[in-house]
T-cell receptor, first 113, second 113 residues
Framework: QQQVKQSPQSLIVQKGGISIINCAYE??????FPWYQQFPGKGPALLIA???DVSEKKEGRFTISFNKSAKQFSLHIMDSQPGDSATYFC????????????WGAGTKLIIKP | DARVTQTPRDKVTEMGQEVTMRCQPI?????VFWYRQTMMQGLELLAY????????DSGMPKDRFSAEMPDATLATLKIQPSEPRDSAVYFC???????????FGQGTRLTVV
């Protein structure tokens, strides 16, 4: 119930293409869903986050799509660039557990020039 | 610019030795997290503090790990005695609240031989 399942484990996309990473959860009490981006040798950094009262949030080339009924959310990266090559983590948390983040396993994204 | 500072960046130590990792959270942040990252387990929350008080350290092996915040500008994570299975990257992160952005440091890469 506490898990967040992330797929795929790795992804290769051509420059200019759309990168899509998916996450699924079981616990309907989750109410905060962030995506973090991590470059080699660095700590994760918040990319974009969503709460379940909206179905989509867009920031630049990055979009979160949220499907509450399916208990799924996904990250779309439009016009993917080599600089987007990184590991992406989804996470989920809920108020009644002090918003302790439950992390997905990560997706290593490679954008081919 | 404001950032979370972790020291040391790299640490190689022999099994059985004490290891101390330090973290300076962003000034004004009242929530501090310690995470461990490995290829096998991904990101694991070890402990977190709010206003310097430990709120959750259930992810931490109690017999050898300890985490403290002697003051608002310093968080420490100690391992005594260290074991080869403790080899990982340890991240400190800080934030305003648990449900807002967590700012990660660059991590301490620990190798126990």
């Amino acid at each position: 119930q506490q898990q967040v399942k992330q797929s795929p484990q790795s992804l290769i996309v051509q420059k200019g293409g759309i990168s899509i990473i998916n996450c699924a959860y079981e616990n309907t009490a989750f109410d905060y869903f962030p995506w973090y981006q991590q470059f080699p040798g660095k700590g994760p950094a918040l990319l974009i986050a969503i709460r379940p009262d909206v179905s989509e949030k867009k920031e630049g080339r990055f979009t979160i799509s949220f499907n509450k009924s399916a208990k799924q959310f996904s990250l779309h990266i439009m016009d993917s660039q080599p600089g987007d090559s990184a590991t992406y983590f989804c996470a989920a948390s809920r108020r009644d557990s002090n918003y302790q983040l439950i992390w997905g396993a990560g997706t290593k994204l490679i954008i081919k020039p | 610019d404001a950032r979370v500072t972790q020291t040391p960046r790299d640490k190689v130590t022999e099994m059985g030795q004490e290891v101390t990792m330090r973290c300076q959270p962003i000034l004004g942040h009242n929530t501090v997290f310690w995470y461990r990252q490995t290829m096998m387990q991904g990101l694991e929350l070890l402990a977190y503090f709010r206003n310097r008080a430990p709120l959750d350290d259930s992810g931490m092996p109690k017999d050898r790990f300890s985490a403290e915040m002697p003051d608002a500008t310093l968080a420490t994570l100690k391992i005594q005695p260290s074991e080869p299975r403790d080899s990982a990257v340890y991240f400190c992160a800080s934030g305003w609240r648990e449900d807002t952005e967590a700012f990660f440091g660059q991590g301490t890469r620990l190798t126990v031989v």
